[in-house]
Nanobody
Framework: QLQFVESGGGSVQPGGSLRLSCVATGFTFDHYNIGWFRQAPGKEREVISCISVSSGSTTYADSVKGRFTISRDNAENTVYLQMNSLKPEDTAVYYC????????????????WGQGTQVTVSS
């Protein structure tokens, strides 16, 4: 059974950093594109970053570009999201997801999800 276990969320002050991890079990991790999504209260789930399995290329939403970095370790079945210069508007539940679909696919098209980890940015 395909599963993700996410960790690394927490509460930080504006300008702080967090590193999220997403460990995959039950499937061959390096066959899938991996995306990081977030969902703030009252808002739709949005893709913020994605890493391609075939090329290793990465994409970022404009809102996080230059502050967040996605990476993957196929040997460890783990994908990371390094988040720097955090802002209050980054507060959300963060999810990782996997599928064999383009990175710009909407959240409803992704098949395999983690349980989410809460990130709160507040002074």
């Amino acid at each position: 059974q395909l599963q993700f276990v996410e960790s690394g969320g927490g509460s930080v002050q504006p300008g702080g950093s967090l590193r999220l991890s997403c460990v995959a079990t039950g499937f061959t991790f390096d066959h899938y594109n991996i995306g990081w999504f977030r969902q703030a209260p009252g808002k739709e789930r949005e893709v913020i970053s994605c890493i391609s399995v075939s090329s290793g290329s990465t994409t970022y939403a404009d809102s996080v570009k230059g502050r967040f970095t996605i990476s993957r370790d196929n040997a460890e079945n783990t994908v990371y999201l390094q988040m720097n210069s955090l802002k209050p508007e980054d507060t959300a539940v963060y999810y990782c997801a996997a599928d064999n679909i383009p990175c710009d696919s909407g959240s409803r098209y992704w098949s395999y999800w983690g349980q989410g980890t809460q990130v709160t940015v507040s002074s």
